[in-house]
């Protein structure tokens, strides 16, 4: 069964202290992975797409990786403005419709 | 651009009532989806449509109905309301291009089923 996973699921960091999330996916082929921001009250906004293992994308502190089993989202020198909930999600199997989500890791970074 | 939008943002409802969710883009995309958020549990697809005229199931589709008559608009409709719909429920867009999957979601509609 495709399955994604997610971890932790919540993370408190001081601002400035670097950390990394993790998704972790069995799906049968894996078409890509996405990673969403989720701020409290509103729809996801997409962050990234990953196509390959050994890929990495970045967009300003947040940077993206991409192994065969799983992926991180690594922050680095976070500010209070990076709270939020990071979803990820992969395209996988046949079905070119198919999207499946993780249930999130809420990131707190405190001043 | 308005983006994707949906209407209403907030929605109660007694057991067995039907309603409308809107949900409209203006970005010229081919494939439109619904998703429920529920607490703990990762977005799930209700329905799905890649262009005007075809809609398909997506992982919970059970009690909900969608069509799609033009391109902008894609309405999901709750045929008899049940305390399990209780959700926050998204709209979302993307070309269908195999060279990108990225989503544009709506702001969502929080629906409480009493």
């Known amino acids: 069964e495709d399955q994604v996973t997610q971890s932790p699921e919540a993370l408190r960091l001081q601002e400035g202290e670097s950390s990394s999330l993790n998704c972790s996916y069995t799906v049968s082929g894996l078409r890509g992975l996405f990673w969403y921001r989720q701020d409290p009250g509103k729809g996801p906004e997409f962050l990234f797409t990953?196509?390959?293992a050994g890929e990495e994308k970045e967009k300003e502190r947040l940077k993206a990786t991409l192994t065969k089993k799983e992926s991180f989202l690594h922050i680095t020198a976070p500010k209070p403005e990076d709270s939020a909930t990071y979803l990820c999600?992969?395209?996988?199997?046949?079905?070119?419709?198919?999207?499946?989500f993780g249930p999130g890791t809420s990131l707190s970074v405190i001043p | 651009n308005a983006g994707v939008t949906q209407t209403p943002k907030f929605q109660v409802l007694k057991t067995g009532q039907s309603m409308t969710l809107q949900c409209a883009q203006d970005m010229n995309h081919e494939y439109m989806s619904w998703y429920r958020q529920d607490p703990g549990m990762g977005l799930r697809l209700i329905h799905y449509s890649v262009g005007a005229g075809i809609t398909d199931q997506g992982e919970v589709p059970n009690g909900y109905n969608v069509s799609r008559s033009t391109t902008e608009d894609f309405p999901l409709r709750l045929l008899s309301a049940a305390p399990s719909q209780t959700s926050v429920y998204f709209c979302?867009?993307?070309?269908?291009?195999?060279?990108?999957?990225?989503?544009?979601f709506g702001p969502g509609t929080r629906l409480t089923v009493t």
């Open positions: 979302a867009s993307r070309f269908r291009d195999r060279s990108s999957y990225e989503q544009y």
């Open positions: 990953l196509y390959s």
């Open positions: 999600a992969v395209q996988a199997g046949t079905s070119y419709d198919k999207v499946i």
